[in-house]
């Protein structure tokens, strides 16, 4: 049977290195052929790491005992929290300890509370460390809070260009328990909220992957994916996460690129026409589904002040109209024309939607039915609409489809598999 029409699920042997609810009854769906799994798997992964310091034995035999986790690490991710800020307030329920990247200590004192500023380098309660990164681990047990968020692992700063970056060193499934239900409601079926937590790991992968020589892997925003610590973590999407462990989404033996969105509000989007990206398993697909979802329609009304506001950076001033130029084969705007006081301009569609901010302009998925001092508009869909819809999710689950049928309508021809 091709893979299209087949979903598998393997177990990647591991390196000789390492030491490492209820659901409604199903209604008609054209998720023909799509095979089940018969069994999982799970491993553990260990990275080992050593801290080589030479100066003293004791210290790093108790650097052992408190700190477990820097001898021992599954895979992890590095997400940025904040970037561009000028100070953070660092706390724990332990004490917690600094150091560098080659594990000499910063500062040689353990803290409950430290204020992180930037002065020649990373500043710690307005002791400079002169180290353009400082990386602080709390003791076992302990967990770091930034400015009163608690997150789970360590906490890296960057003093960069007369600021700072922060940058949350977590496991991967740590980091899950942040993501899926800033991302979906936890009260959602249990098939969607595993749905979410699969292509939200293999996301994160892929992007560590494609940013392996940066200082970071990806941003705890809609521009990566909305990750909120210790707090957002709820017992439901927890078991979500449990029960897909290490659980993958390829092609071709690669990890796929699981962009996601809320609504489609009808066809998913091709991301070769929507970004340049050509993979066959993101063509886009037929979403029926999300109906009920809030945002399937939507009005707005826009001050035409705030349209030249945000393309004044753009140098388009004194905006005479805005239409649509062109469109995607699944009905969104991809370029649109602006005629101004300087002349004419054609801007992508998406990036209207990130000057103008995405709640004002929900999706590309719009009319213009006036253009005056108020341009009015009625759209559909939210998000950019490549990908995963997730209302569309929803309503499968609730029809009985599990996660493994779910993720290759969305995705065509891809492969779960345990890693």
């Not at 100070?87 to 204020?115: C, G, H, W």
């Not at 001033?317 to 699944?330: C, G, V």
Request: charge should be positive.
């Amino acid at each position: 049977m091709a893979r299209s029409k087949q979903l598998l699920i393997r177990q990647r042997a591991k390196p000789p290195a390492e030491a490492n609810g209820a659901l409604p009854q199903s209604t008609s769906l054209p998720l023909v052929g799509l095979g089940l799994p018969t069994s999982l798997h799970e491993k553990l992964s260990t990275q080992k790491t050593y801290m080589p310091h030479i100066q003293s034995l004791i210290f790093f035999l108790l650097w052992i005992i408190l700190f477990p986790s820097s001898l021992a690490k599954a895979e992890s991710l590095r997400v940025v929290l904040m970037e561009r800020i000028g100070q953070i307030r660092l706390t724990s329920n332990r004490p917690f300890f600094s150091k560098t990247v080659s594990d000499r200590m910063a500062v040689e004192a353990a803290y409950t509370s430290a204020l992180v500023t930037k002065m020649s380098g990373v500043a710690i309660n307005e002791t400079d460390t002169f180290e353009k990164t400082v990386i602080f681990t709390p003791q076992r047990g302990g967990r770091l809070s930034v400015n009163g968020v608690p997150y789970s692992g360590d906490i890296r700063v960057h003093a960069k260009n007369g600021h700072l970056m922060v940058v949350n060193e977590v496991d991967i499934e740590q980091y899950l328990r942040g993501v899926i239900p800033s991302e979906m409601p936890h009260e959602w079926p249990m098939e969607a909220l595993k749905t979410q937590a699969v292509i939200s790991r293999t996301y994160a992968l892929y992007q560590k992957k494609e940013n392996q020589n940066k200082e970071h892997d990806l941003p705890a925003s809609v521009l990566g994916q909305v990750y909120k610590g210790e707090s957002a973590s709820h017992h439901r999407t927890d078991r979500a996460i449990t029960e897909t462990h290490d659980m993958v989404v390829t092609y071709d033996g690669e990890l796929a690129l699981t962009f996601f969105h809320s609504t489609s509000a009808g066809h998913t989007e091709d991301a070769k026409e929507r970004w340049g990206i050509d993979l066959p398993y993101l063509k886009g697909v037929s979403c029926p589904f999300d109906r009920d979802s809030p945002y399937y329609q939507w009005e707005r009304s826009i001050p035409l002040s705030d349209l030249e506001e945000a393309m004044a950076k753009n140098g388009v001033k004194t905006i005479s109209t805005l239409t649509p130029f062109q469109y995607s084969r699944a009905g969104r705007i991809l370029d649109v024309r602006i005629l101004h006081q300087g002349g004419e301009t054609f801007f992508k569609a998406e990036g209207l939607r990130r000057i103008l901010g995405y709640r004002t302009l929900p999706s590309t998925n719009f009319r213009i039915n006036s253009f005056g001092k108020i341009m009015k508009i009625t759209g559909m869909g939210w998000g950019h609409g490549v990908g995963l819809c997730q209302y569309g999710t929803k309503v499968l689950a609730e029809r009985g489809f599990t996660f493994d049928e779910i993720i290759p309508y969305y995705y065509p021809g891809v492969v779960l598999e345990i890693r």
